[in-house]
């Protein structure tokens, strides 16, 4: 089966950083990805990776370490607007994602 | 191109009854999939599509459940004499090996079975 786990809460302050982590065994790997979801919305692609190291996009980095298992997701300069959902993914095959629970980031003026 | 959509957003049906969820996905992703997320969760597979062909099924997906893609454009997910289990968001998703990565998800079908 797989194993995916992160933490359930984050809060910060706005302008701030938060790092999500998440760890992962699963019987294959094929990428992992990181997701945000507003309440009620659907989920909306953040990022990707499937070698080792770190991926920037604007304010959101993701690093991923193969060989432990192990990602995070980086949020910098911290707005009202990203309190959601933030949800890690592993793809072990050809196709299907696995997801973990979901770590709710709550930003505070 | 205007995402994946998914009708009806909710659905309240008593207990027993059957219900039916459709799926468009991005016209020109071949490949479907359907999850099931209830509250504080992330989402669980229940069956992937390549073009019409339903090739996997999830153990989650009982008997009651029956999902078709007949012309390999959308879709259709059916649950059949629901049960208060059944209630919980209902999303699909769609993708291309051909064009990017990404997954892009539908806002889902929220079923409450009362």
């Known amino acids: 089966g797989q194993n995916i786990d992160q933490p359930t809460e984050m809060t910060a302050t706005e302008g701030a950083i938060v790092q999500i982590n998440c760890t992962y065994q699963t019987s294959g790997f094929n990428g992992l990805f990181w997701y945000q979801q507003h309440a009620g919305e659907a989920p909306t692609f953040l990022s990707y990776n499937v070698l080792d190291g770190l991926e920037e996009k604007g304010r959101f980095s993701s690093f991923l370490s193969r060989s432990k298992g192990y990602s995070y997701l980086l949020l910098k300069e911290l707005q009202m607007k990203d309190s959601a959902s933030y949800l890690c993914a592993v793809r072990d095959g050809d196709y299907k994602l696995s997801f973990g629970a979901g770590t709710t980031v709550t930003v505070r003026a | 191109d205007t995402g994946v959509s998914q009708d009806p957003r909710h659905k309240i049906t008593k207990r027993g009854q059957n219900v039916t969820f459709r799926c468009d996905p991005i016209?020109?992703?071949?490949?479907l999939y359907w999850y099931r997320q209830t509250l504080g969760q992330g989402p669980e597979f229940l069956t992937y599509f390549q073009n019409e062909a339903q090739l996997e099924k999830s153990r989650l997906l009982s008997d009651r459940f029956s999902a078709e893609r007949p012309k390999g454009s959308f879709s259709t997910l059916e649950i059949q004499r629901t049960e208060q289990g059944d209630s919980a968001m209902y999303l699909c998703?769609?993708?291309?090996?051909?064009?990017?990565?990404?997954?892009?998800f539908g806002s889902g079908t929220r079923l409450t079975v009362v």
């Open positions: 998703a769609s993708s291309s090996p051909t064009r990017g990565i990404g997954y892009t």
């Open positions: 016209s020109e992703h071949n490949r």
